[in-house]
Each structure stands twice: as C-alpha cells, then as structure tokens.
C-alpha cells in the first residue's frame, strides 16, 4: 500500500522568507501523481501544486514549486517570498491515477506559521 | 463556475441517530470521492463513487456506513447509529475525465463538520 509520511509536524517562517515543507512517500509504482494542497483555519482544502512522476521538471505555481526527487521517492514545497496568507496546514497527497479511481492518499500534514 | 458544494455545513447528532452528509460536484464532474479526518489528522479516503455506481469502497468502515450517487441529485454520505468516535469534519471531492490537469484533479468542497454528543 501506499503511504505518505510528512515528519514535521510544525514549521515556522518570517514574512518574506523562504520555507522548504519535506515529503516522502512509499510506493512501488513507476507512475502516479502528486499534490500540495493548503488548509487554513476555514478548513476548505485547496489545491497549491501538481506534479506528474513522468514528467522530469519541477512544478511551480507563483511563489510555489516543489522539488521532487523520484529516486529518492521525496517530494518537498518551496514557499517564496512567504506571506501572511500561507500560514495553514499543508499536506502532501499521493494518487496512483489521475481521472477516474484517482484516490488521494494523504500525510498528516504540517502547520506552517508566519512571523510578521 | 461554482464549485463542490457540501451541506450541511456542521451537524449536531446525539448518539443513535442517523446523520446525512450530502454532496453535489462541480459542473463537468462525474466522480465523486468522501474522505474523512478526524481531529489532528490528515484525510483519509473512505468511498468512491461514479453516477449510480460505487466503485470503490474500500476505506468506508464496514457497519453503519453507507453511500449513494443517484441519478439525479446530490451524493448522500449516511451514517447510521452515530457513536462519539464519528465526530470528525467529512469532505467530499470531486474530478472528471477529460484532456486537461483542471478537468481530472480532485477538487475539494468546504466540508461537513459533525460532532456527535
């Protein structure tokens, strides 16, 4: 089965500053999908950034990208120029599909604060 | 272009009673997925189900737990008899099959929050 461990469980940043959120998940599939998504204090998730075990370049999204070692089976988010608005939980998702039967499996997630 | 839409948005049950979870998908969207996490946790996939159709169910616990995606309507996550240990914030996602990265990824409604006492 496939699981996704997010180890820290609390991270902390200056407003302005760079954040790196580590991710690594088990899987003996040679593709799959990953995926960033953001949880605030209004608990709605939301998508931050999706990566294609194919595909060979990191994805980015504005201030966000993520650095994804396949070998290494790591997957972390690069916050720049951190605002306020990023404090909330992040969690790391894995999906062995994308489309149909598409399940996410998900980590336990990290709180990242934002120091004004 | 409205997003997942869930309802109600917290639910209060005493314990025995029946608790309805309901869910209507994006526009475009024909599958829909229910994750459940409890307090300090991440999500966990509980069931899959396509119009009329469940085809994956392979995290819904296997009494008092059930799911529907008729026809016409909303998906209805149901669980029956509810115990303390049901109280947790349950999320709907939904995504379809179609040629771009917008049209297959899950996107996520706000969540139903259901303490029970």
């Known amino acids: 089965a496939q699981t996704v461990t997010q180890s820290q469980p609390e991270m902390s940043v200056q407003e302005a500053e760079t954040v790196t959120l580590s991710c690594t998940y088990d899987?003996?599939?040679?593709?799959?999908?990953l995926f960033w998504y953001k949880q605030p204090p209004s608990r709605q998730m939301i998508l931050v950034i999706r990566?294609?075990?194919?595909?060979?370049q990191n994805a980015t999204e504005n201030r966000f990208s993520v650095n994804f070692q396949k070998a290494a089976k790591s997957f972390s988010l690069k916050i720049s120029d951190s605002q306020l608005g990023d404090a909330a939980m992040y969690f790391c998702a894995y999906s062995r599909y994308t489309g149909a039967n598409s399940k996410l499996t998900f980590g336990k997630g990290i709180t990242l604060s934002v120091r004004p | 272009n409205a997003g997942v839409m869930q309802n109600p948005r917290h639910l209060v049950r005493r314990r025995g009673q029946e608790a309805r979870l309901r869910c209507s998908p994006m526009?475009?969207?024909?599958?829909v997925y229910w994750y459940r996490q409890l307090p300090e946790e991440g999500l966990k996939f509980m069931v899959y189900?396509?119009?009329?159709?469940?085809?994956?169910e392979s995290g819904m616990p296997k009494e008092r737990f059930s799911a529907e995606f008729p026809k016409e309507g909303p998906s209805i996550l149901r669980i029956q008899q509810v115990v303390r240990g049901d109280s947790a914030a349950y999320f709907c996602?939904?995504?379809?099959?179609?040629?771009?990265?917008?049209?297959?990824?899950?996107?996520f409604g706000p969540g139903t929050r259901l303490l029970v006492l």
């Open positions: 526009k475009g969207h024909s599958h």
């Open positions: 189900l396509q119009k009329e159709n469940i085809i994956d």
């Open positions: 996602a939904s995504n379809g099959i179609g040629s771009n990265s917008y049209q297959e990824t899950q996107y």
């Open positions: 899987t003996s599939e040679s593709d799959y999908y």
């Open positions: 990566q294609e075990a194919y595909k060979q």
